[in-house]
């Protein structure tokens, strides 16, 4: 694995789930607020790699590049100064992200959202990709490590009578 787009492959082989966009859109809220409760604590790798995981899969749902997400994301000027900060940087984006989602699913436009709305939610996947990496380098790892973790604990789900599977 060297690049995210490599492990957004392997990571959608292990998504099970039916409402495209919205689901990881939850995720993404849910996983990015337990990430918050879980800094300074033993799970909290654990926690940003499920993060790293509905990041993947809102990307690949809305067709967008995840690897040209990450490279506007590095080139970004820093502008945390602790992982409390940068959490909570992911927690708005992904309050953003649900808030687009929301009016793309209350207005009913289409069956995916509109150029428009994709654009804003890249936008702040930009933003959220941001957070991760400041927290990464804080936590004195690599996202390949994090994702890389992620990958083995999704992989022992399916020993647990568990089939992955995805709706297109």
């Known amino acids: 694995m060297k690049t995210w787009a490599d492990y957004q492959k392997k990571a959608i082989t292990t998504a099970i789930y039916k409402e495209k966009i919205l689901y990881p859109t939850l995720g993404l809220v849910d996983e990015s607020a337990e990430f918050y409760h879980a800094i300074g604590q033993k799970g909290q790798l654990k926690e940003i790699g499920d993060c790293f995981f509905f990041l993947s899969l809102l990307t690949y749902d809305i067709n967008s590049d ?42 009913g436009e289409t069956i995916e959202p509109s150029d428009d709305k994709v654009i ?18 804080a936590l004195g790892c690599t996202w390949y490590d994090v994702a890389q973790m992620n990958l083995d604990k999704r992989k022992n789900y399916g020993n647990k009578n568990k089939i992955p599977y995805r709706l297109n």
């Open 120 to 137: 804003a939610i890249e936008f702040e996947l930009v933003s959220y990709m941001d957070s991760i990496n400041f927290i990464c380098d």
């Open 66 to 107: 995840i690897n040209s997400i990450y490279e506007e994301s590095i080139e970004m000027e820093p502008i945390f100064t602790n992982i409390n900060e940068a959490a909570l940087n992911m927690i708005l984006s992904a309050a953003k992200i649900c808030g687009i989602v929301k009016k793309w699913r209350r207005d």
